[in-house]
């Protein structure tokens, strides 16, 4: 921490700024949140920040800061986090280039004033600032404020009110058009950016915003999407494939998607999908109801599917569902809703049993563990209590003893 800050106790800070009644709408809840040994880092007088001031737990036992005087912050004031964050505590006046605040307890007793934005996110947040709120814009996004005083010049939001602007509209505002949504504008916001100032952004900053998150690739100019920034999101996640241009969208683009993610049928035009690319799709993660296009649902690629997750058995159209499909559910999971889905096809249930335990002895395994009882044991041991199959015999009665004993 800085040096101009000093650590003092929570009893110093009770007896000298009655913190415990500055923050928080009572004592009670004061106490609910901050710890008996808790300490805090205090400036005495007016302070200059020459950077940003990033208002995050740094030690632990320190539940926040006090500033006994003016803030001038050449920088954003940054409590991303919507959860939670250090006490902030302001007897006097805030200056900065941009405020964000989440969950951190927030009381100035001034006025606020920041040169671009002022942000406030997320209920668990909670603030007291009776003074005047001046900036170009205010974002006041499912947090419970409304300022007594503001000189917002250029754009207001506060779902706390009515008659608000479409979230998209901010878009008029800030320096890149393609930030749509105040969640875009709270990340640029905590990376310390200007955000309503005209600025030159080059390809070496698109690659650390993209290589930061992939879903900044929505937000970079179309002239900018270049194939190596392209694969730099991809490589984060398949879903990026909704903001390429449509140029780098080829055979060798799609397949190498697929291979990453079979999910990535979701985010292609349908035109693109085929028969081949599902097969892939479906070892690879696709889950059948959002990736696979359902003309393409034939049992083949159904068998496959369960194979790799049979937790999709709940997705499968039931006039899709046939004997040969349950026996692979069966055999390659738990087979836990296998009446559900027999009932609903109008399939027996027995029949799926028996030609698991046909098919071969590892799959007893599958039929003691989940479908053990007097029947399917009667007809494994038809089977398999013999010479040939002597020591997987031995091996699967053995591990499975005590429910055999029940049986007795």
């Known amino acids: 921490m800085n040096t101009t800050f000093e650590i003092i106790t929570l009893q110093d800070a009770i007896a000298q700024y009655r913190i415990h009644e500055n ?39 320190v539940a926040g800061y006090i500033i006994d005087g003016n803030l001038l912050v050449n920088g954003n004031i940054v409590n991303e986090e919507g959860d939670y964050g250090p006490v902030f505590y302001v007897k ?34 909670w603030m007291k600032c009776p003074g005047l709120f001046t900036a170009p814009v205010m974002v006041v996004e499912d947090y419970h404020f409304i300022p007594d005083h503001k000189n917002i010049s250029l754009f207001y939001y506060n779902d ?28 640029d916001l905590a990376a310390g950016e200007y955000v309503l100032s005209q600025l030159e952004r ?8 993209v290589n930061h998150n992939y879903r900044d690739l929505k937000r970079v100019p179309p002239e900018m999407r270049t194939k190596e920034l392209c694969l730099l999101a991809l490589n984060k996640s398949v879903s990026a494939l909704e903001d390429f241009p449509p140029a780098l969208i080829t055979e060798e683009m799609v397949e190498y998607a697929v291979n990453k993610s079979g999910m990535a049928l979701r985010y292609l035009p349908e035109t693109l999908i085929t028969r081949e690319l599902c097969y892939k799709a479906a070892v690879n993660g696709a889950i059948i109801n959002l990736d696979i ?33 349950l026996v692979t559910y069966v055999k390659h999971g ?6 559900k889905y027999c009932t609903a096809a109008g399939i027996s249930k027995e029949r799926i049993l028996q030609r698991v335990i046909e098919a071969d002895v590892a ?16 007809y494994s041991q038809s ?25 007795k």
């Not at 890149?176 to 709270?186: A, G, I, V």
């Not at 799959?363 to 009667?378: G, K, M, P, V």
């Open 334 to 339: 738990r087979g836990a809703w296998l009446e």
């Open 23 to 61: 923050i928080y709408e009572s004592t009670e809840v004061f106490e609910d949140f901050i710890e008996a040994d808790s300490r805090f880092y205090l400036h005495r007088g007016d302070l200059v920040l020459e950077k940003d001031l990033l208002l995050v737990l740094e030690l632990h036992g």
């Open 383 to 407: 089977l398999y209590d013999n010479e040939q199959y002597s020591n997987e015999w031995t091996a699967i009665t053995t591990k499975y003893k005590r429910k055999l004993e029940r049986l």
């Open 202 to 209: 080059d390809a070496q900053y698109w690659q650390k915003k």
């Open 293 to 325: 296009p359902e003309r393409f649902y034939e049992a083949a690629l159904l068998q496959l599917l369960i194979q790799h997750s049979d937790w999709q058995m709940e997705r499968i159209p039931v006039d899709c569902i046939t004997e040969d499909l």
């Open 363 to 378: 799959y007893l395994e599958n039929i003691f563990s989940w479908f053990f009882s007097a029947d399917t044991f009667a």
């Open 160 to 187: 706390e009110e009515s008659d608000n602007p479409e979230e998209e509209d901010i878009a008029e505002v800030l320096n890149n058009k393609l930030t749509t949504t105040f969640e875009e504008l709270r990340y």
């Open 92 to 125: 006097g006046n805030v200056v900065c280039r941009s405020l964000l605040i989440g969950g951190s307890p927030t009381h100035i007793t001034g006025n606020v004033s920041a040169e671009e934005v002022i942000m406030l996110h997320y209920n668990h947040g």
